[in-house]
């Protein structure tokens, strides 16, 4: 494994994985210590409590606090079996996973971009110790996987399909990331029809293949994980998590809850409550606020889906492909839900790392130094920075200074009121680019802006030794016919 880092982009990759990891786990060991005001391992207690209902129960876990797909379950109990039957701490278990698929998640996009590798250490390592406290690295690594499947990393081709795209992988990478977590899925909605063929009657049946393709994929892994629930004892209760998020409030870090926020740093409105295992605002607006963002929600997957499948299906070749749509869904959804937690901004970032791999592919520039796998993402112009801005802010916001934001405090109130605004601003230069204006990411343009140059003449073979003998023998007698007097 070692070797293969080092071959495929370097060892700086490699070094810089293992220190932003060893800072990442003591934050989230001791961070306390170090001045939060919040511990971040509060949910893998409670991930050890889960694992142990599902392992040793054979059940899924009930509550309010469960508020996750099925597949959730299977994530949580891996770490319980070691726990259970070798009694290994279930702690030790999770971090080691979570620090694998980070490994698998770096490694996949160092193969293809240093600067892409680069972006995602430093920015998860902005976000702070819930990177690593969080399950939510594994659906990021499905969601990358499924990018990476389409052929995210390399230019699309004539028909307006990624070159080389994988379409059954893709399938089976998005569903098993929606099984974990619902974001994933949205890849389908932004795949868009010509994703998978271009438009015209002669690519219909393109359309119709790799679509099947698509949910074949899907399908096959919908009924593996479904076999693993019947198999486990797991499918009773399996949808009882669609309860507990209809019933959530507006938490305290969404960003409709600005305003809320806002006042409270005037003294003004009722302190969030703790329910369904966050902090939130339960007064009679804030329940109408959120039960309206539910609403908003749905309209915009809807206007997504008929917008890019129906009315304006992308054109080939268009600047950041699925990634930049990916990126702009997901981030639309985030801004407008009545839930945003800290891990949340895993999703987004890496939705960024992919995009910025692909643009790094499709313009030829991989052949980076090492000092670039740091660097080089800094050329990448506004919602990447806004992003990693956006990361260190939510760090200062959860765990450090989280307690000041709940009391109301002018300092901690800004900060978060800020983080918000960022997502806002990015969200539009997301907008502009998805909507054909110039690209928000590097100053890449699709491949097929410039017309083709002359093709350059291939380069001239050098004849064998034999050959070249033979010719000075013709060339000798040739000369010597030539300069011959007459008799």
């Given at each position: 494994?070692?070797?293969?880092?080092?071959?495929a982009?370097g060892?700086?990759?490699l070094v810089g994985?293992?220190?932003?990891?060893?800072l990442l786990?003591?934050?989230?060991?001791?961070?306390?210590?170090?001045?939060?005001?919040?511990?971040?391992?509060g949910?893998?207690?409670l991930?050890?409590?889960?694992?142990?209902?599902l392992?040793?129960?054979?059940e899924?876990?009930?509550?309010?606090?469960?508020?996750?797909?099925?597949?959730?379950?299977?994530?949580?109990?891996l770490?319980?079996?070691?726990?259970?039957?070798l009694?290994?701490?279930y702690e030790v278990?999770f971090?080691?996973?979570?620090?694998a698929?980070?490994a698998?998640?770096?490694?996949?996009?160092?193969?293809?971009?240093?600067?892409?590798?680069?972006?995602w250490?430093?920015a998860?390592?902005?976000?702070?110790?819930?990177?690593?406290?969080?399950?939510d690295?594994?659906?990021?690594?499905?969601?990358?996987?499924a990018?990476?499947?389409?052929g995210?990393a390399?230019a699309g081709?004539p028909?307006?399909?990624p070159?080389?795209?994988?379409?059954?992988?893709?399938g089976?990478?998005?569903?098993?990331?929606a099984?974990?977590?619902?974001?994933p899925?949205?890849?389908?909605?932004?795949?868009?029809?010509n994703?998978?063929?271009g438009?015209?009657g002669?690519a219909?049946?393109?359309?119709l293949?790799?679509?099947?393709?698509?949910?074949?994929g899907?399908?096959a892994?919908?009924a593996l994980?479904?076999?693993?629930?019947?198999?486990?004892?797991?499918?009773?209760?399996?949808?009882?998590?669609?309860?507990?998020?209809?019933?959530?409030?507006?938490?305290?870090?969404a960003?409709?809850a600005?305003?809320?926020?806002?006042?409270?740093?005037?003294?003004?409105?009722?302190p969030?409550?703790y329910?369904?295992?966050s902090l939130?605002?339960?007064?009679?607006?804030a329940?109408?606020?959120?039960?309206?963002?539910s609403?908003v929600?749905?309209?915009?997957i809807a206007?997504a889906v008929?917008?890019?499948?129906?009315?304006?299906p992308?054109?080939a070749?268009?600047?950041?492909?699925?990634?930049?749509?990916?990126?702009?869904?997901?981030?639309?959804?985030?801004?407008?839900?009545?839930?945003?937690?800290?891990q949340?901004?895993?999703?987004?970032?890496?939705?960024v790392?992919?995009?910025?791999?692909?643009?790094?592919?499709?313009?030829?520039?991989?052949?980076?130094?090492a000092?670039?796998a740091?660097?080089?993402?800094?050329?990448?112009?506004d919602?990447?920075l806004l992003?990693?801005?956006?990361?260190?802010?939510t760090?200062?916001?959860?765990?450090w200074r989280?307690?000041d934001v709940?009391q109301?405090?002018?300092?901690g109130?800004?900060l978060?009121v800020?983080r918000n605004?960022?997502?806002?601003?990015?969200a539009?230069?997301?907008?502009?680019?998805?909507?054909?204006?110039?690209?928000?990411v590097g100053a890449a343009?699709?491949?097929?802006?410039?017309?083709?140059?002359?093709?350059?003449p291939?380069?001239?073979?050098?004849p064998?030794?034999?050959?070249?003998?033979?010719?000075?023998?013709?060339?000798?007698?040739?000369?010597?016919?030539r300069?011959?007097?007459p008799?």
């Amino acid at each position: 494994m070692r070797r293969a880092w080092e071959t495929a982009r370097g060892r700086p990759v490699l070094v810089g994985w293992v220190l932003s990891r060893a800072l990442l786990l003591l934050l989230a060991l001791a961070g306390q210590v170090f001045g939060a005001q919040q511990s971040v391992l509060g949910d893998v207690d409670l991930y050890r409590d889960w694992g142990h209902s599902l392992v040793h129960d054979r059940e899924i876990p009930g509550g309010e606090k469960w508020q996750y797909p099925p597949g959730a379950a299977v994530t949580l109990a891996l770490p319980a079996v070691p726990r259970e039957y070798l009694g290994v701490p279930y702690e030790v278990s999770f971090y080691l996973m979570v620090l694998a698929v980070d490994a698998a998640v770096t490694w996949a996009l160092a193969r293809r971009s240093r600067p892409a590798a680069g972006y995602w250490l430093l920015a998860t390592l902005a976000l702070g110790p819930v990177t690593v406290a969080r399950f939510d690295l594994l659906p990021a690594a499905a969601a990358l996987a499924a990018l990476l499947a389409l052929g995210g990393a390399a230019a699309g081709g004539p028909s307006g399909a990624p070159a080389g795209g994988r379409f059954g992988r893709f399938g089976g990478w998005v569903a098993l990331g929606a099984a974990v977590k619902v974001w994933p899925g949205l890849l389908l909605v932004t795949l868009g029809r010509n994703g998978l063929g271009g438009r015209g009657g002669s690519a219909r049946w393109a359309v119709l293949a790799r679509g099947g393709r698509v949910l074949g994929g899907a399908v096959a892994v919908v009924a593996l994980l479904a076999g693993v629930l019947a198999a486990a004892g797991w499918w009773r209760g399996a949808l009882g998590f669609l309860d507990a998020q209809r019933a959530r409030g507006l938490q305290i870090e969404a960003v409709p809850a600005t305003p809320f926020v806002v006042a409270r740093m005037f003294g003004v409105g009722d302190p969030p409550v703790y329910s369904y295992g966050s902090l939130q605002f339960d007064g009679a607006l804030a329940r109408q606020v959120a039960a309206a963002c539910s609403l908003v929600e749905i309209v915009l997957i809807a206007a997504a889906v008929l917008w890019w499948w129906v009315v304006r299906p992308p054109a080939a070749g268009e600047a950041g492909g699925v990634e930049v749509r990916g990126l702009l869904t997901v981030l639309t959804i985030v801004i407008t839900s009545r839930v945003l937690s800290p891990q949340y901004l895993l999703w987004l970032l890496v939705l960024v790392a992919a995009w910025i791999a692909r643009d790094e592919r499709a313009s030829g520039r991989t052949g980076q130094s090492a000092w670039s796998a740091w660097s080089g993402w800094v050329r990448w112009a506004d919602p990447a920075l806004l992003f990693a801005v956006a990361a260190v802010l939510t760090q200062v916001v959860y765990p450090w200074r989280y307690n000041d934001v709940v009391q109301g405090r002018v300092v901690g109130g800004a900060l978060l009121v800020a983080r918000n605004a960022l997502l806002v601003i990015a969200a539009w230069y997301m907008a502009r680019s998805a909507a054909g204006g110039s690209p928000a990411v590097g100053a890449a343009q699709p491949l097929s802006a410039a017309p083709p140059g002359p093709a350059p003449p291939p380069p001239r073979r050098r004849p064998g030794r034999l050959v070249r003998a033979a010719a000075r023998l013709r060339r000798g007698g040739t000369t010597s016919r030539r300069t011959a007097t007459p008799t």
